[in-house]
């Protein structure tokens, strides 16, 4: 295991977790979000729980190596649909997200690099 990989993933972990413990509180933040990009609140929780399930598939990933594949190649697919959002209402508020996003590409490339 080298180095890269671990480094990348366990901060990819990291942030979609908190972001998935973010969601599931409930905090206002994640509600005032889906507001913005017209997505029902109804589906907050569910987002937090796709991005749970990424995390949990990530450290998973240390001992599978697929499932941390299969899971950084989600967590890739869920910030693809959420860059999606935002510009189907016209925001141009994409910082966070970039962070997000080139953590979890990162974290696809040093998954196929290892597996």
Do not use: C
């Not at 905090?27 to 907050?44: N, S, T």
């Not at 950084?72 to 925001?91: C, K, M, N, P, T």
């Amino acid at each position: 295991m080298s180095a890269a990989y671990v480094t990348v993933t366990v901060i990819a972990a990291f942030l979609a977790g908190s972001a998935a413990v973010t969601y599931l509180i409930g905090h206002e933040y994640p509600k005032a979000q889906a507001d913005m990009k017209g997505i029902p609140r109804r589906y907050v929780p569910v987002l937090g729980l796709l991005l749970a399930a990424g995390t949990a598939g990530l450290v998973l990933g240390f001992v599978v190596p697929m499932m941390g594949l299969i899971a950084s190649g989600g967590l890739v697919l869920y910030f693809v649909g959420a860059l999606i959002a935002h510009l189907r209402v016209g925001s141009r508020n994409l910082i966070g997200w970039a962070v997000f996003f080139v953590a979890m590409v990162a974290t696809l490339v040093v998954q196929i690099a290892h597996y």
